[in-house]
């Protein structure tokens, strides 16, 4: 590994959900590894979870290959400082845990179960934090070795310095300083030969060359001993980043019951990708200088301009309706091409008979700011809905249920041309106020009862010869005699 080269690591634990926070922990740290041509590395931290969750990585691995924060090296496409999973890499650790005990900075600790539960029952019952009051921190090297010789179970701790401080530096937080006589003399590893999750998490972090660590605040409390691990092994300490957290509101984290905390949530109700990410950028993160005043970022524009010192500390609250005005932006900016590839599933979902989806979308992409609200939009495709007569007043238009009637009577003989193309939305348009000039008419007075007639609504994607030209004319045919029907009373 070259000096100075920039190396960050995605460590997420399996859960089957990637939080918007995570996502956003993600690509922070990928723009810090990227912007410098550094390493972004994927580790998978699969050791501190009670139970397995199905799929769960792949979410991971699907959730950073859609947002294109490709990895360098990780569990799939391996690297030189592998395994890449840390349920693989169990037996890495104690043999440094053991170094720390032959230097006289850790040691074993023979403390029964029994004997720290009655411990910490008798500390609580004097309104003390439960903490280990180092009974086996200095015990003689004779009895420990005749403790270790009869096979006593044991776990190894760190000895913390009971004066002082321990201080860090976070490039968001500051200088954080903590009194050692806080910190308990920590696990480095359990009864069964495993690592504690923060021991491996240390351990790997120095294994693996990460240079800048960056996750989420509620990491912050753990840095101190995480600190004293380094200077225990005289190991370099890595830059910190500690990102604030995303809030609902300003007592509340987003949290999975919202609906809306997720990357998944968020494309399950028809955001884009591009959206959500150049959106999760700007969540406590603001750019400087000449862009300071700019909102549409691509991934590539942000490894450009990214700098860790627009992380704010103050937590981020999450706001729908900025994300809702940055995904129109980038709906607005497909093609026609492009918005229809990405409108076309939503569109399947809610019509079964077959429409001119060009055209609907023409009219869709103007107007539409999130996917998922489409299909509602087109319930009347497949059917039409039971709708009220007086749904043809309209003042605007000086349209009355008497004068829609006469309006399609009007239309029908000019629909049922068989000349008439309904894939040239111009020409049926153009024959259908050719009408309206002959009877002396506006053209919402023949075109808006049209409307009403293929729909049933009176909002609808597109005026009544788009929707003509979307249906077709055997279903425009029929939903118009319906029509005429139905006003006939
Ligand atoms: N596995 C931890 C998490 O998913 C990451 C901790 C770290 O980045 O140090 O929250």
Partial sequence: MPNNHIRTRFAPSPTGYMHVGNLRTALYTYLMAKHDDGTFILRIEDTDQGRYVEGAVDVIYNTLRETGLL????PDIGGPVGPYVQSERMGMFKQYAEQLVAEGKAYYCFCTEERLEALHAEQRAHGEMTHYDGCCRDLPREEVEKRLAAGEPYVIRQKIPREGVTGFDDMVYGHIEVNNSEMDDQILIKTDGMPTYNFANVVDDHLMGITHVIRG???LSSTPKYNLLYQAFGWNIPNYI??????KDAQNKLSKRNGDAS?????????LTEAILNYICLLGWSPKGEYAEREIFSLADLVKIWTPDGISKSPAIFDPLKL??????YIRRLSPEEFLAKA?????SAVHTPINKKLLCANLQPRCEVLGEIPEQLDFFDSMPEYDVSLYANKKQKTTPESAKEALEALLPVLSDEALDFNDRDAVFDACKAKAEELGKKNGWLLYPLGIALSGKQRTPGGGTDLACMMGRETVLGRVKAAIEKLNG
């Fill in 71 to 74: 990895w360098d090296e990780g």
């Fill in 263 to 271: 990357y998944q949530d968020l494309v399950a109700k028809g955001y």
């Fill in 324 to 329: 809702r005005a940055i995904n129109a932006e």
């Fill in 344 to 348: 076309e599933p939503w569109i399947d």
């Fill in 217 to 219: 605040s509620e990491y």
């Fill in 242 to 247: 500690h990102c604030p957290p995303v809030m």
